[in-house]
């Protein structure tokens, strides 16, 4: 059962690292600003989609999971907004040689000071939330009562 949930919550890392960081890069290239608040924002998605998919259970292992999607998340959106800059002119193709190297190449520079307290959060977010809704769904559920 244990394996199960670790299972399910990679892939529900994955679909929240994809997810997440498309849309940092939507948003970026069709305002032509990056947003760091987005990036917190995928660490919330993917605390979130790791507490979902291990089904309101978490662990270690599952805070972990978390905070590994968050970063790529994070990693891929730069990678979309560099690939689809880089390409511009001409399509070479995303995950290009050319393209892969550029990024290499200026990859501290497209993290500023900014950026890194934005992935700070996204990380601490990332690692909060699947305790956080554990036991928000383990609490008793209390029932109105009519007043």
Do not use: C, H
């Amino acid at each position: 059962m244990e394996q199960n949930k670790i299972g399910m919550s990679v892939i529900g890392a994955l679909l929240a690292a994809i997810v997440g960081g498309a849309v940092w890069a939507l948003i970026a290239i069709t305002t032509e600003y990056e947003l760091g608040i987005i990036a917190w924002a995928i660490g919330g998605l993917a605390g979130y989609a790791v507490s979902y998919f291990a089904g309101k259970r978490t662990s270690v292992t599952i805070q972990i999971i978390a905070v590994i999607a968050s970063v790529l998340g994070i990693l891929l959106g730069k990678y979309f907004i560099v690939a689809y800059f880089y390409n511009y002119e001409s399509f070479n193709g995303m995950f290009s040689s050319e393209v892969f190297s550029f990024f290499k190449e200026t990859f501290v520079e497209l993290f500023e000071i900014m950026d890194l307290v934005f992935v700070a959060f996204a990380v601490v977010t990332a690692w909060q939330l699947p305790n956080k809704l554990a036991n928000k769904a383990a609490a008793p559920q209390q029932p109105m009562s009519p007043q």
